[in-house]
């Protein structure tokens, strides 16, 4: 099977199974999913979603957010993992947000990525998932399951896994295979005990083809 050929059937079966894949962080607006995606880093999403409704409570908007004390948000955010860097990078994202952006949310990963605690990750949620640009961000599902499938061929690190996917899928879907692989990787392709029978993608991975020549 060529790549082209791979990327053609992962995308078909995506998009037959999985046509409206979406985030599991749960938000209501551009400040609530800036925080959620800087508490999820490391940490899963279940918990983040435990976390952010007395969060919000407390911290309504980014202006209460900016005028709090690191003490404050560490005591809502201390069962996620890193609270202490987490409490100090939400405080100055939302300073940054304030001072370099009226308080409105950039739609550019390279103005986003000017935010405390905002990487390239974390910009390119924030772009797929709040204006639909063709960013992909890629954590360690996406890494691995890019990897196993086949649709990346020998990428040591985030950014190459990105370039490649990019480069192989079509532009308009690119937010929406972002939460494909997320989600393959969180509920099928584990990163211990990959649940390859029931995976409809076996036929075409290149690990289930090593596994079973």
Known sequence: MTIKERYKEVIRYFQEHNPEAETELEYTDPYQLIVAVILSAQCTDKRVNLITPAFFQRFPTVSSLAEAR?????????SCSYPNNKAKNLIGMAKGLLHDFNGIMPSEVAELQRLPGVGRKTAN?????????PAMAVDTHVHRVSARIGLTTGAKNPFQT?????????????????????LHGRYVCNARKPKCDECGLRQMCRYYGKQHP
């Open 70 to 78: 690191q003490a404050e948000v560490f005591e809502c955010i201390k």
């Open 125 to 133: 949620v924030l772009a797929a998932v709040l204006f639909n640009k």
């Open 162 to 182: 990105e370039m490649q996917l990019i480069r192989h899928i079509p532009e308009e879907l690119i937010p929406l295979a972002h939460h494909w692989l997320i």
